[in-house]
């Protein structure tokens, strides 16, 4: 099958310069008939596929009641479930459609509150280069996990600022 661009070219050629089907043939490379097709044709050519089924359709519903039910249920949950009720198809596509449809049942956060005390984001962010570049291996979050408001280097150390009780 040849495409809008080859069919365009092979008409320009016949009908605009007036070139024989062979002078066509040597150069464009296509076959006299479909030559003859192309020159026959008063509509460009296209490609037209039947849309094919999909192994989720049948179970597409009954992914949007259990995500009704619980919007925070895992894919892989949910794909378990369908194998029990006859899914056979693969990972990929259920979980790429449960991937499209899961956000119409979440519920939506309009906002994020994210609270720092004052000169303490700073603090942090700078402890994690420091020892990224240092080469230590202590993590800001083991750090963090002791009741302190944030990680503070004095003297090239991490030192957390404890809360006041907790040393």
């Given at each position: 099958?040849?495409?809008?661009?080859?069919?365009?070219?092979?008409?320009?050629?016949?009908?605009?310069?007036?070139?024989?089907?062979?002078?066509?043939?040597?150069?464009?490379?296509?076959?006299?008939?479909?030559?003859?097709?192309?020159?026959?044709?008063?509509?460009?050519?296209?490609?037209?596929?039947?849309?094919?089924a999909s192994k989720v359709d049948p179970f597409k519903e009954w992914i949007?009641?259990q995500l009704q039910a619980d919007p925070s249920i895992q894919s892989l949950?949910?794909?378990?479930?369908?194998?029990?009720?006859?899914?056979?198809?693969?990972?990929?596509?259920?979980?790429?459609?449960?991937?499209?449809?899961?956000?119409?049942?979440?519920?939506?956060?309009?906002?994020?509150?994210t609270i720092y005390r004052p000169g303490r984001a700073g603090a942090v962010?700078?402890?994690?280069?420091?020892?990224?570049?240092?080469?230590?291996?202590?993590?800001?979050?083991?750090?963090?996990?002791?009741?302190?408001?944030?990680?503070?280097?004095?003297?090239?150390?991490?030192?957390?600022?404890?809360?006041?009780?907790?040393?």
């Amino acid at each position: 099958m040849i495409g809008v661009e080859q069919w365009a070219e092979i008409r320009r050629l016949y009908f605009v310069e007036r070139r024989s089907k062979r002078a066509i043939h040597r150069l464009t490379g296509a076959h006299r008939d479909t030559i003859t097709r192309a020159l026959g044709s008063e509509v460009p050519p296209k490609y037209l596929r039947p849309a094919s089924a999909s192994k989720v359709d049948p179970f597409k519903e009954w992914i949007c009641e259990q995500l009704q039910a619980d919007p925070s249920i895992q894919s892989l949950r949910l794909r378990e479930m369908a194998g029990e009720l006859g899914y056979s198809g693969g990972k990929s596509i259920f979980d790429d459609y449960v991937r499209e449809v899961r956000p119409r049942f979440q519920r939506r956060r309009t906002f994020q509150r994210t609270i720092y005390r004052p000169g303490r984001a700073g603090a942090v962010r700078s402890v994690g280069a420091q020892g990224a570049r240092s080469g230590r291996s202590r993590s800001v979050a083991s750090l963090l996990g002791r009741d302190c408001r944030a990680v503070r280097v004095q003297g090239g150390r991490w030192q957390p600022d404890l809360l006041e009780g907790s040393a």
